[in-house]
């Protein structure tokens, strides 16, 4: 059984990731940066992950979204998140990445953002 499931869906030219499990070391990390890669090699730039169904993150989990974030804006694009839990928020707002990403709570409003 995988640590984490990672669904793709398309809202008109914004690629939703629904992420349901955990990003950790090694399997859920790996599983993110995969996705987040082959959908930048499509020629996918406007990604916005949904978390809410994320249990736990580590900090390999933590970074894995930083380089994301970064592969992202190399290629000209935005990432953004979505239903954050109050976990997730915590953790973010520690080590000062809520600054750094776009959090939505709603998903039509985060699709209006783009």
């Known amino acids: 059984m995988a640590d984490i499931t990672i669904t793709e869906r398309q809202a008109g030219d914004v690629t939703i990731l629904d992420l349901d499990g955990k990003v950790t070391i090694g399997e859920g990390s790996v599983a993110l940066r995969g996705a987040i ?3 930048l090699g499509e020629g996918k730039t406007k990604l916005l992950l949904n978390l809410g169904h994320v249990g736990y993150i ?3 989990g933590i970074g894995e979204l930083v380089s994301s974030f970064t592969a992202v ?4 694009g935005t990432l953004k998140l ?8 915590d953790l973010l707002a520690i080590t000062k990445l809520l600054t750094v990403f776009d959090v939505y709570e709603n998903e039509a409003d985060a699709l209006a953002s783009f």
């Open 82 to 89: 979505l239903n954050l839990t109050e976990k997730i928020q």
């Open 58 to 60: 580590d900090s390999s």
């Open 73 to 76: 804006n190399k290629e000209g």
């Open 37 to 39: 890669r082959r959908v």
